[in-house]
């Protein structure tokens, strides 16, 4: 099993459609979470950070389920600009630093 | 300010050429990465710095050579690459633990001819 697997898509979306991607990841003792967002040819930056108890910020909300070893990303009401590549990033075994999925596209259409 | 900074932008160079990408963050952060990234794929780790000191090298070929001369800058030295080495690469800082939030610089995209 991978350590961060997800739905690679392509995801096309209506504008003000709600959206969902999750990812699983493969270390149980993983403790970091983060959502990141890459628009083409650019460096990812950080959506967010997930928190155990689920965290909302604005139209994005990010939930954790240690039981499934799972995450997810809601997106309300989406916009064009949210048109990106979304990647799941945990933390690895060990010591080693942070996993990065390989990205689910989105592509929100007019 | 999140902002972790990168030059050159742009670079194109031979293989029998020699060129450094450099990387500079100002946020107090005491982790920094190169990563390497090829289209339509995740960043890569490359090799992670830690106090200074290199912490981890992810197997990267000995023509990537990695140096840290102080804790707000991060180097990455080139010497006879090859033609798959062409990708956008990418710094980026923590403040301490290689598991924390990671910020991005730009990334500087190599073509190798």
């Known amino acids: 099993r991978k350590e961060v697997e997800q739905d690679p898509g392509p995801f096309n979306v209506p504008e003000g459609a709600t959206v969902a991607f999750n990812c699983t990841y493969s270390?149980?003792?993983?403790?970091?979470f983060f959502w990141y967002r890459q628009d083409c040819r650019k460096e990812p930056k950080l959506l967010m950070s997930?928190?155990?108890s689920g965290n909302e910020d604005g139209r994005f909300t990010a939930q954790l389920n240690r039981a499934s070893q799972y995450i997810s990303l809601l997106i309300r009401d989406s916009k064009l600009s949210d048109s990106a590549t979304y990647l799941c990033v945990v933390n690895g075994r060990g010591n080693t630093p942070l996993v990065f999925g390989k990205g689910t596209r989105l592509s929100v259409i007019a | 300010d999140t902002e972790v900074t990168q030059t050159p932008k742009h670079l194109v160079m031979g293989m029998t050429n020699k060129k450094s990408l450099k990387c500079e963050q100002h946020m107090g952060h005491r982790a920094m990465y190169w990563y390497k990234q090829k289209a339509k794929k995740p960043p890569e780790l490359m090799f992670v710095y830690s106090y200074e000191k290199l912490s981890i090298n992810e197997s990267v070929p000995s023509r990537f050579s990695p140096e840290c001369p102080n804790s707000s800058l991060l180097n990455l030295h080139l010497h006879a690459l090859q033609p798959e080495d062409s990708a956008l690469y990418l710094c980026?800082?923590?403040?301490?633990?290689?598991?924390?939030?990671?910020?991005f610089g730009p990334g500087t995209r190599l073509l190798v001819l």
């Open positions: 980026a800082s923590s403040q301490v633990s290689n598991q924390e939030t990671q910020y």
């Open positions: 270390n149980s003792a993983s403790q970091s």
């Open positions: 997930v928190y155990s």
